[in-house]
T-cell receptor, first 115, second 115 residues
């Protein structure tokens, strides 16, 4: 069974600081997705990482994928309050290991950026 | 309408009621999903449909009954629910199937309260 672990689960940081959220997964995959969820809202797609070494950047967020280490990171640069949300990573293991065309989500990281 | 839509957005029902949630996707996708998101639990996959065929039932109680009449529409029929079923129910779609599940696009969700 594919397991996806995010850490930290809770992150409180000050505006202007940098931090990284980690996403580890337990089986071979080179497809990983990051989503953002605001309170009471749906999930919004942030990044799609489709190969080893993939790096994507959007504003103050940068995501990377290391398939050999089975690790993805979401790096936050110079955080601002608007980035406060819950961030999920999700892994696609394809049709192997019983994954049956579905994404397996991490538990999410609740990010709070304080002034 | 674009993307994935869900109706109703909010629903309050008694334990003896029968109601249905509706999801419609306008993306030409072939796979659709129901997720449950509770306040204190991670995102839980409930059902997966590929080309109208159910390919995943993640041990969901029979008081939840999905229906997928075509690739664009997905319903979740509810009956005899329990208070612990109160949650945000999210619908998603993706291009799949194929080798991969692909990126999922989420609807706005239905906030369900069972009294």
């Amino acid at each position: 069974e594919l397991k996806v672990e995010q850490n930290p689960l809770f992150l409180s940081m000050q505006e202007g600081k940098n931090y990284t959220i980690y996403c580890n997964y337990s089986t071979t995959s080179d497809r990983l997705y990051w989503y953002r969820q605001d309170p009471g809202k749906s999930l919004e797609s942030l990044f799609v990482l489709l190969s080893n070494g993939a790096v994507k950047q959007e504003g103050r967020l940068m995501a990377s994928l290391d398939t050999k280490a089975r690790l993805s990171t979401l790096h936050i640069t110079a955080a601002v309050h608007d980035l406060s949300a819950t961030y999920f990573c999700a892994v696609d293991a394809g049709n192997s290991g019983g994954s049956n065309y579905k994404l397996t989500f991490g538990k999410g990281t609740l990010l709070t950026v304080n002034p | 309408e674009t993307g994935v839509t869900q109706t109703p957005r909010h629903l309050v029902m008694g334990m003896t009621n029968k109601k249905s949630l509706k999801c419609e996707q306008h993306l030409g996708h072939n796979a659709m999903y129901w997720y449950k998101q509770s306040a204190k639990k991670p995102l839980e996959l409930m059902f997966v449909y590929n080309f109208k065929e159910q390919t995943e039932n993640n041990s969901v109680p029979s008081r939840f009954s999905p229906e997928c009449p075509n690739s664009s529409h997905l319903f979740l029929h509810l009956h005899t629910l329990q208070p612990e079923d109160s949650a945000l129910y999210l619908c998603a779609s993706s291009p799949g199937p194929g080798l991969w599940a692909y990126e999922q696009y989420f609807g706005p969700g239905t906030r369900l309260t069972v009294t």
